[in-house]
T-cell receptor, first 115, second 115 residues
């Protein structure tokens, strides 16, 4: 069975600091990888996704993530965070291809950005 | 374009009761998935419906059941409620069927409290 782990439960940064949130998954086959964000009081939204090709993917709001297959990792990065990035971030994985959308989510990392 | 909506927003039930949660998919979306998000955890996949048929199920007992209607709205039914069923229930809709390449759009969730 697939599983996703996220390294940090809660990260606190000052504005303009760089961000890296860790995500590791366990699954033997091809995977699709996602980062979702949940801003306070809002719906889960897709930040970025990786299906194939360039392992460095860029998403909305200046976020990017790198897929390292050998490490089963898909870490999220942002060079300079803003107060508005305060949110809960979830990494998720699905089997690659047409196998349905049974996403497996990680437990989430809460990011607090201090002004 | 109307997003995914869910009703009710909050619900309080007692152990042993039954509950029905509702989801209205984003316009034109023919696939809906339901997730349970316990406090402090990531969403857990319950099941998915595609064109009114269940297509995949997570590790949830049969007392969790669902329906998808011809207009692609959906219901999640939970029988014999237990205290551990207290959670945020999310639905997500997508277009194009079973492919995991299709982006899921999440609703705001229904907060269920079981006393």
């Amino acid at each position: 069975a697939q599983s996703v782990s996220q390294h940090n439960h809660h990260v606190i940064l000052s504005e303009a600091a760089s961000l890296e949130l860790g995500c590791n998954y366990s699954y033997g086959g091809t995977v699709n990888l996602f980062w979702y964000v949940q801003y306070p009081g809002q719906h889960l939204q897709l930040l970025l996704k990786y299906f194939s090709g360039d392992p460095l993917v860029k998403g909305i709001k200046g976020f990017e993530a790198e897929f390292i297959k050998s490490k089963f990792s898909f870490n999220l990065r942002k060079p300079s965070v803003q107060w508005s990035d305060t949110a809960e971030y979830f990494c998720a994985v699905t089997p690659g291809g047409n196998y349905g959308q049974n996403f497996v989510f990680g437990p989430g990392t809460r990011l607090s950005v201090l002004p | 374009e109307t997003g995914v909506t869910q009703s009710p927003t909050h619900l309080i039930k007692t152990r042993g009761q039954q509950v029905t949660l509702r989801c209205s998919s984003q316009s034109g979306h023919n696939t809906v998935s339901w997730y349970q998000q316990a406090l402090g955890q990531g969403p857990q996949f319950i099941f998915q419906y595609y064109r009114e048929e269940e297509n995949g199920r997570g590790n949830f007992p049969p007392r969790f059941s669902g329906l998808q209607f011809p207009n692609y709205s959906s219901e999640l039914n939970v029988n014999a409620l237990e205290l551990d069923d207290s959670a945020l229930y999310l639905c997500a809709s997508s277009l194009g069927g079973l492919s995991s390449y299709n982006e899921q759009f999440f609703g705001p969730g229904t907060r269920l409290t079981v006393l």
